[in-house]
């Protein structure tokens, strides 16, 4: 079954090609499909598939008694041929894949990550100020990057009645703070307590001292050491980033991987300033993994997922616990429940299974502040 799909998104590639460069001409017909199953030596349904697929793209119609022709500019189905362009490509991509051995789970895989990357380099623009919606329906998020939380926008809007997740990258402690100035109505973080050795707990109390909040948990993930392919140092501890001559690329101040990383070079007694590059400041995983990935530096901290999507090498020096955190007043409401629902649920293990490092078993559990 899987390779009559696969030829039969052969044939479809191969007359879309042929319909964009125009050689096949507007209400020319395509070949009968008992002629066009001879000549790629398939059986009629494979064929009739490929012209179903080119028909829903609106590059052809099929009429009764006289077969499948090519759309004319008078029809209003025929999408630009800037989008079947588009669509060729993508496809050119999977068969390619398929081809290669690969699966097209992996090679769905590829795209989401190339898409997260891309949206990663959008979201390094400039910030802006953290959206303010009050529309029913949406959820104001801040808090720490993730790519996990770009499947959770993509989920949410796949619901029956969707939900608008709307984001500002700031920090885990800059999420905090914009939930304490009702600025969001959720604060991502994994933020590291020294004095309890814990996650988050801390942190929340001190800066919402005296209200009850919920800390559902995302997921556990896995934070190194990000290593350039060109570097041929290795980095095995935090001690080798006294080694002479390296570039650091950093995380920005109030970050949960900038904190952690404070904290432990002070217990170990590294001297930031000998670090070069330790005054840099990237606003995401994505975006450290990225300048090391085009030569920028020679290591970064940041999440193996991110250090994967761009082929780096990885040390794992913790397993942190990253939650999403919310006053008990809006716990309860629609939007939120459907959010907490997806964590609980196995369509987000299968969803984000894709992100490596990460430990998903206790998704969606929830603790209390108070």
Request: glycine residues 12%.
């Given at each position: 079954m899987e390779s009559q799909s696969l030829l039969s998104n052969q044939i479809a590639e191969t007359f879309r090609r042929r319909i964009i460069t125009g050689d096949l001409a507007q209400g020319e017909r395509l070949p009968s499909i008992r002629q066009a199953a001879s000549d790629f030596n398939c059986a009629p349904g494979t064929v009739s598939r490929a012209y179903s697929q080119l028909a829903d793209e609106g590059l052809v119609i099929s009429h009764a008694g006289s077969g499948t022709v090519v759309s004319d500019d008078s029809s209003r189905e025929r999408p630009s041929l800037q989008w079947a362009t588009l669509v060729n490509q993508a496809e050119r991509f999977l068969l390619q894949s398929l081809a290669l051995g690969e699966t097209p789970e992996r090679a769905m895989e590829a795209l989401r990550i190339a898409s997260l990357r891309w949206e990663d380099i959008r979201e390094s623009r400039p910030e802006q100020e953290t959206p303010v919606s009050t529309q029913t329906g949406s959820i104001r998020f801040s808090g720490s990057h993730d790519m996990a939380?770009?499947?959770?926008?993509?989920?949410?809007?796949?619901?029956?009645?969707?939900?608008?997740?709307?984001?500002?990258?700031a920090g885990s402690l800059g999420g905090l703070i914009a939930l304490s100035q009702d600025r969001a109505d959720i604060a991502g973080t994994h933020l590291w307590d020294k004095s309890s050795d814990s996650y988050n707990l801390p942190f929340v109390r001190r800066i919402m001292p005296g209200e009850q909040l919920a800390?559902?948990?995302?997921?556990h993930r896995e934070l190194g050491m990000m290593i350039s392919p060109s570097c041929r140092l290795s980095f095995d501890s935090l001690e080798d980033l006294g080694q002479t001559g390296i570039t650091f690329v950093n995380r920005q101040p109030g970050s949960g991987t900038r904190v952690w990383l404070d904290a432990q070079l002070r217990n170990k007694g590294?001297?930031?300033?000998?670090?070069?590059?330790?005054?840099?400041?990237?606003?995401?995983?994505?975006?450290?993994?990225?300048?090391?990935?085009?030569?920028?530096?020679?290591?970064?901290?940041?999440?193996?997922?991110?250090?994967?999507?761009?082929?780096?090498?990885?040390t794992t020096l913790v397993q942190e616990r990253y939650e999403l955190v919310c006053r008990e007043s809006t716990f309860h409401q629609s939007e939120m429940t459907l959010l907490f629902e997806l964590l609980d649920s196995t369509d987000f293990t299968r969803a984000a299974e894709h992100l490596s490092g990460c430990d998903f078993s206790q998704s969606g559990t929830v603790r209390w502040a108070l």
């Open positions: 939380i770009n499947v959770l926008v993509k989920m949410l809007q796949d619901l029956p009645e969707p939900v608008r997740l709307d984001i500002e990258f800390l559902v948990t995302l997921f590294i001297d930031t300033s000998a670090i070069g590059g330790y005054h840099s400041s990237f606003p995401t995983h994505l975006s450290v993994a990225r300048v090391l990935a085009e030569g920028g530096g020679d290591v970064g901290l940041g999440t193996r997922s991110a250090a994967d999507s761009y082929g780096l090498r990885f």
